[in-house]
């Protein structure tokens, strides 16, 4: 895509895992000054290694968010919710306990395609009701309008990113596949949506330079496959077997839930309003072209994938 501009404003990133990171680099790259909240001792020493100003603070307790250095700066809201329930605990922490006098210039939230649910395999875009069917599709709604009626009680710009499927260099399902673990059968397998993790953080960056105040963007390659090509792909890149493929009815009694759970829901993003809107140029804008890019880094580190895939 095109040069990243300097943001207007410093950018504080909560949730500065991978993705986080990889929106760091560009910011700096561009000139800009980054700092993250870290919650713990390791992961404060982990920012500052990549030249981020950790911030202490701990999302789970809101109290220790009373004074967190947000006024005035352009925030990517990173951070996924915890485990179990329908409500996401930490954006509402985030919310209750920022008022008027540390709003920040804007909010970029990194939330899932997920929250569309099952369309049955239906091309989606911004204007489809969401309609989660999980409930981390749930706590992902629930963040969305939470951070949404903030924003407009506070006059803080609010974007949504809902972002598909997230691979690249240590991104890759390498350890599912050397284990053995089946895939389904290809004419079963729905289809799935994919951006390369480079592309997901320079879609950050456009966000918060061109999009207005409750926009909502679908954030995907625009190339959907299957989760059945997707890993055979992999084992083709990497000389492995490819996996086993089994039928629906074998996969239920041999798949975990959270597997069994992305095989039952189907849609194809639609990223048109991506690419137009924030004049997005994708660096991959395919599988093919990922995997290339992958392949020259072989030695990061594997980082798994069911993380990713809830997006």
């Known amino acids: 895509m095109s040069d990243v501009k300097k943001p207007k404003n410093d950018v504080l990133i909560v949730g500065c ?15 800009g ?27 789970d307790r809101a109290a220790s968010l009373a004074d967190l250095p947000i006024a005035g700066k352009l925030v990517f809201y990173l951070a996924p919710p915890p485990g179990g329930g329908a409500i996401d605990p930490r954006m509402r922490n985030f919310c209750k306990a920022l008022g008027k006098e540390q709003a920040p210039a804007k909010v970029i939230y990194v939330s899932t395609s997920g929250v569309y ?8 875009d911004e204007q489809t009701p969401v309609n989660p069917q999980t409930s981390r599709a749930k706590r992902r709604v629930d963040a969305e309008n939470r951070l949404i009626e903030w ?6 710009p609010i974007v949504i990113l809902r972002v598909t499927g997230i691979y690249g260099p240590g991104r890759l399902p390498i350890a599912r596949i050397k284990q053995g673990h089946p895939v389904l059968a290809e004419a079963d397998s729905p289809p799935t949506n994919r951006i390369h993790a480079d592309d997901l953080a ?5 966000a918060a330079e061109w999009a207005g105040d409750g926009e909502i963007f679908n954030v995907s390659d625009g190339q959907p496959g299957t989760m059945t090509q ?16 089994v039928d629906m009815d074998e996969a239920r009694k041999v798949m975990n839930p959270m597997m069994l759970s992305y095989l039952s829901e189907a849609r194809r993003m639609d990223n048109r309003k991506m690419i137009e809107q924030l004049g997005v140029v994708l660096q991959y804008p395919d599988l093919a072209a990922g995997l290339k890019n992958v392949a020259a880094q072989l030695d990061a580190p594997d980082m798994g994938y069911l993380g990713s895939m809830s997006h």
Not at 17 to 31: F, K, P, T
Not at 45 to 58: F, M, N, S
């Open 202 to 206: 320079a879609v950050c960056l456009a």
């Open 117 to 124: 649910g099952d369309c049955g395999g239906a091309l989606i």
């Open 151 to 156: 924003g407009h009680n506070l006059g803080v």
């Open 230 to 245: 997707y890993f055979n792909a992999i084992a083709d890149l990497l000389g492995l077997p490819r996996p086993q493929p």
């Open 17 to 31: 895992g991978d993705i986080g990171v990889r929106v760091a680099q560009l910011v700096q790259e561009s000139g």
């Open 33 to 59: 000054q980054v700092s993250a909240v870290a919650r713990a001792k390791s992961s404060a020493e982990r920012l500052a290694g990549h030249g981020i100003t950790p911030v202490q603070a701990d999302l």
